[in-house]
């Protein structure tokens, strides 16, 4: 079974850090898009930020300047650097990934379970 298993969420201080990693548990053949989303309470989910197998990003516009997004492909990890946090990035933060199992098979997406971020001012 494929799953996605993150973690490194916490809480943190206005200004303040995190890098929380997700990484695919289980045999795949090879993971396309890996990305993070959030949601906070009442909101939708929202995509924080997204990257290719090849490296391309792409970005909120919130969260642009203040937060990195990087893959590790050998271990299918992806990681959120979050920089200069603000109260409005408390959320349940989500990972998501298109993985194959076989070359026979098409991408099917997965999620993780979800990782508390919170933000004090």
């Known amino acids: 079974q494929v799953q996605l298993v993150e973690s490194g969420g916490g809480l943190v201080q206005a200004g303040g850090s995190l890098r929380p990693p997700c990484a695919v548990s289980?045999?795949?053949?090879?993971?396309?898009?890996m990305g993070w989303y959030r949601q906070a309470p009442g909101k939708q989910r929202e995509l924080v930020a997204s990257?290719?197998?090849?490296?391309?990003?792409v970005y909120a516009d919130s969260v642009k300047g203040r937060f990195t997004i990087t893959r590790d492909n050998a271990n299918n990890t992806v990681y959120l650097q979050m920089n200069s946090l603000k109260p409005e990035d408390t959320a349940v933060y989500y990972c998501?990934?298109?993985?194959?199992?076989?070359?026979?098979?098409?991408?099917?997406?997965?999620w993780g379970q979800g990782t508390q971020v919170t933000v004090s001012s």
């Open positions: 990257t290719t197998s090849g490296g391309s990003t």
């Open positions: 289980g045999s795949v053949f090879s993971v396309n898009d």
């Open positions: 998501r990934a298109d993985v194959r199992r076989s070359w026979r098979y098409t991408y099917f997406e997965v």
